[in-house]
């Protein structure tokens, strides 16, 4: 069935520093994805989306390319801060009504 | 701005008691969807509706049910709660197979 893999928190960088976090899928068909973040104490926040192959999703500094024949939409930003201290979602849909979301990364920022 | 409420953030139950989580949103959104959050395991989806009095079971559907009277409102009911349904639970609508939109999510400590 499918299914998105992302890598295993937390993840502690400095500010200012620069942030990957993997995410590959598996999915017949041609999914969306979809990168949500969730400050804490907080429901989920969409960040960016892709919908087809090559895309890029962008929003407040993040990015992520819809990479068909790597199965990937890795999430990066150049310089991160305090404030994204969060934990980040990687999803797909497809089908019906289908939405499959990855474990969740907890990102650390430190000043 | 788009909005999805849910009725109670934090909320204590005894084993036993029938528990309702109910979740309004103000989109218009044919489709909603209950979660469940826990460490480790990301979201896993309890219930959808894909329009009023419609449902289908999600991942995990074990003692939920659900109930959809009016479009904007699905409420999550707990017949006898129990312990192993500690968790976060968060509602999420949605138009089309497109990003969702979640509440800010119910911590629910069943003791």
């Known amino acids: 069935g499918d299914s998105v893999t992302q890598m295993e928190g937390p993840v502690t960088l400095s500010e200012e520093a620069f942030l990957t976090i993997n995410c590959t899928y598996t999915?017949?068909?041609?999914?969306?994805l979809f990168w949500y973040v969730q400050y804490p104490g907080e429901g989920l926040q969409l960040l960016l989306k892709?919908?087809?192959?090559?895309d890029k999703g962008s929003n407040k500094g993040f990015e992520a390319t819809y990479r068909k024949e790597t199965t990937s939409f890795h999430l990066e930003k150049g310089s991160v801060q305090v404030s994204d201290s969060a934990v980040y979602f990687c999803a797909l849909a497809s089908g019906t009504y289908k939405y499959i979301f990855g474990t969740g990364t907890r990102l650390k920022v430190l000043a | 701005d788009v909005k999805v409420t849910q009725s109670s953030r934090y909320l204590v139950k005894r084993t036993g008691e029938k528990v309702f989580l109910e979740c309004v949103q103000d989109?218009?959104?044919?489709?909603m969807f209950w979660y469940r959050q826990d460490p480790g395991l990301g979201l896993r989806l309890i219930y959808f509706s894909y329009d009023v009095k419609m449902k289908e079971k999600g991942d995990i559907p074990e003692g939920y049910s659900v109930s959809r009277e009016k479009k904007e409102r699905f409420s999550l009911i707990l017949e006898s709660a129990s312990t192993n349904q500690t968790s976060m639970y968060l509602c999420?609508?949605?138009?089309?197979?497109?990003?969702?939109?979640f509440g800010p999510g119910t911590r629910l400590t069943v003791t």
């Open positions: 999915a017949t068909g041609y999914p969306s």
């Open positions: 892709a919908t087809k192959a090559d």
């Open positions: 989109m218009d959104h044919e489709n």
């Open positions: 999420a609508s949605s138009s089309g197979l497109v990003e969702q939109y």
